[in-house]
Nanobody
């Protein structure tokens, strides 16, 4: 069973930055699309950004111009650089990855934006 491990969440003041990372716990090949989703209290999980193996990216409106998704294919690792964070970015952020034979979620990492 594929397991994804996220890291990099935490508490940050408004206007601050955080960098999230996600990688599978074991060897997985190949991974097609990797992405980040988030779920705020009382709300449904929503897409933040995705990136294909070839580097094509997609961003939800909420993160355009502030968030940057990237990946290291050699390490099967995906990153989310979040700048100019706002209180409304507070949520649990989940990593997702899929390939021809699997689809997997991470357990989530808490991001709290508060002064």
């Amino acid at each position: 069973q594929v397991q994804l491990v996220e890291s990099g969440g935490g508490l940050v003041q408004p206007g601050g930055s955080l960098r999230l990372s996600c990688a599978p716990s074991g060897s997985i090949y190949p991974i097609n699309v990797m992405g980040w989703y988030r779920q705020a209290p009382g709300k449904e999980r929503e897409l933040v950004a995705t990136i294909t193996r070839g580097g094509s990216t997609y961003y939800a409106d909420s993160g355009k111009g502030r968030f940057t998704i990237s990946r290291d294919n050699a390490r099967n690792t995906v990153y989310l650089q979040m700048n100019s964070l706002k209180p409304e970015d507070t949520a649990v952020y989940y990593c997702h990855a899929n390939g021809p034979l699997f689809s997997a979620w991470g357990q989530g990492t808490q991001v709290t934006v508060s002064s």
